[in-house]
């Protein structure tokens, strides 16, 4: 089975200005995959090529086997912009249906209604989109994205505007949608939203692939800290395999000890390594 | 051909929710009031006016008025198509509209035909109802008809979708506020033409004439509404109808047959420039 998104030397650039350098990248059939990276890395451009609203300068991005921005391509994916307005007019119900139409789906109100339920606007069913704060539109928007069980979905940013209450039905959501075998782009700069639901992650720097990997793959040791009668003291040059010889030393030497944990680097460790405290 | 009809709807919906056939309504019906005043008048003095020998007041009266009701048709269908239609492409991508629409697997051509389409099924109507409304007023009240009854009203219609066309195409390529100001100064720069056209006749300067003829057909909505013009006053002669062939907006010329296929051909051609550039750009 072909990957829902296949990204192969993909180069765009702006003029002078390089957007993406040569990337490459694979989200897997019901993987979930983090884009990291500071403002200006590409993140936006590389979804908005998978999704065919941007085209390449070269290079080969594929969405379940079909060219990018093809209408077979565009028929397997859900996208959620960044920045994305829809009109306030129209009401959750009448947007629902018009992504259906055109999406050319055929689940009808049954659809819209668990689409609804699933980001918690059941009760906004017939409130037009500009009576909505801008966290509950971004909860219709995801639902947008989802119209027609795609099975490549791509967010950006899906929960910039969420409060955190907001953020953990996402979350949910999104595991939920992993256990349906919907493969998933999530870009977002929430470091610690990206370590707890994606299965892989990806940091981009300057149009470029500086790091990827899964968290644990990308976590690196960083030592190991104890806990004695004394205080607590980190032994960074210490890995797992001398932990327990390192506790029978202390004991030997007439400490107690109370605790000993091994320490990692966090996805932000790796983050900021892996953009050199870049911000933008 | 669903999804035609579906971002079509979106259109037509969208204008009136937005309130937009409320506010043409009440323009429209504040149009045709004055219009019948004006008309009421103009008619109830015509008796009393003594005309140059060769000229029949009531014919010239009736058809310069309802020449000037024509103008105001087209004007205000080419507002109601230039607001339908300018932020189409790059003012609804600006605005963050376009995106969740153009990803969905419909043709960008797709999209633009059908807002095509939505504007035509807004104006066309509109243009006829219009004429048909100022036909109406100025027969009911100065006993004239024009000699055309329905040919001057959809070609009327024709140079309105016409400027929706090129509202479309100015779409893709300008902001939105960009390409209405553009628009509007390429339909005043047909009016242009047309008075251009009205002097050259007046001083019987074949160069001006020429040059408006050129100008007129580079942008064919004049064109059809010269032979609009035309069309109504068809069979008047003599001196009544040198007149009024002079004007008022534009003198009345003869385009035929070859000018509709044309503007038919214009509108086919600016679609496509249309389509092409909207494939080939970024949003």
């Known amino acids: 089975m072909s990957a829902a998104l296949a990204v192969s030397g993909l180069v765009k650039r702006y003029g002078a200005v390089e957007a993406l350098g040569g990337v490459d990248l694979e989200v897997r059939e019901s993987e979930l995959v983090g884009l990291l990276g500071p403002n200006g890395a590409g993140k936006s451009t590389l979804v908005k090529i998978a999704c065919g609203l941007v085209r390449p300068t070269t290079g080969r991005a594929e969405v379940c086997g079909a060219r990018a921005g093809s209408r077979e391509a565009r028929a397997a994916l859900g996208y959620l912009a960044e920045l994305f307005r829809f009109p306030g007019w129209m009401t959750a119900e009448e947007l629902l249906e018009l992504h259906q139409r055109l999406a050319g789906s055929d689940g009808g109100e049954r659809e819209r209604v668990d689409l609804l339920e699933l980001v918690g606007l059941q009760d906004a069913r017939r409130r037009p989109v500009e009576a909505m704060s801008k966290g509950m539109q971004q909860r219709l928007g995801i639902a947008q994205a989802l119209v027609g069980s795609p099975r490549l979905l791509l967010l950006d940013e899906p929960t910039s505007a969420l409060d955190p209450v907001g953020r953990r039905t996402v979350r949910t959501l999104l595991e939920e949608l992993q256990r349906r075998g919907v493969s998933v782009l999530l870009n977002s700069h929430l470091l610690s939203e990206i370590e707890l639901v994606c299965d892989r992650v990806v940091i981009l720097l300057a149009g470029r692939v500086v790091a990827a990997g899964t968290p644990t793959e990308l976590a690196r040791p960083r030592g190991v800290e104890i806990e004695t009668n004394e205080g607590k003291r980190t032994y960074p040059e210490v890995g797992r395999d001398d932990l327990p010889r390192l506790v029978a030393e202390l004991v030997r030497d007439g400490k107690s000890v109370y605790g000993a944990r091994l320490l990692t680097s966090t996805l932000e460790d790796v983050y900021v390594e892996a953009v050199s405290g870049e911000t933008s | ?283």
């Open chain 2, 1 to 283: 051909m669903t999804a035609i009809w579906t971002i079509a709807g979106y259109g037509l919906r969208e204008a009136l929710r937005r309130k937009v056939f409320v506010v043409v309504c009440f323009l429209t019906v504040a149009f045709l009031a004055l219009y019948w005043l004006g008309a009421h008048y103009a008619f109830n003095h015509v008796g009393n006016v003594e005309p140059p020998a060769g000229v029949d007041a009531r014919t010239f009266a009736g058809a310069f008025l309802f020449g000037m009701a024509m103008f105001g048709t087209l004007f205000l269908g080419v507002v109601l198509a230039i607001f339908l239609t300018l932020g189409t492409v790059r003012g609804d991508a600006e605005r963050a509209l376009l995106q969740p629409l153009v990803v969905r697997p419909v043709g960008r051509s797709t999209l633009l035909v059908a807002r095509f389409f939505g504007a035509a099924a807004v104006c066309v109507p509109y243009v006829l109802l219009l004429y048909f409304a100022s036909m109406l007023l100025t027969g009911l009240e100065g006993s004239w008809w024009p000699d055309r009854i329905v040919t001057p009203g959809v070609e009327l219609a024709g140079g309105v979708l016409i400027v929706a066309a090129l509202s479309l195409l100015g779409s893709v390529f300008l902001s939105s506020i960009a390409n209405g100001i553009a628009i509007f100064m390429i339909f005043g720069a047909g009016l242009v033409a047309g008075l251009l056209g009205n002097i050259g006749h007046v001083l019987n300067s074949p160069g001006l004439i020429h040059a408006a003829k050129i100008a007129a057909w580079a942008i064919p909505f004049e064109a059809l509404y010269q032979d609009a013009l035309r069309a109504i006053t068809e069979k008047t002669s003599g001196l009544t109808g040198f007149l009024l062939r002079l004007g008022p907006f534009g003198g009345a010329e003869q385009g035929g047959v070859g000018l509709r296929l044309w503007a038919v051909a214009y509108i086919v051609l600016v679609g496509a420039v249309a389509v092409a550039g909207f494939a080939r750009r970024d949003l």
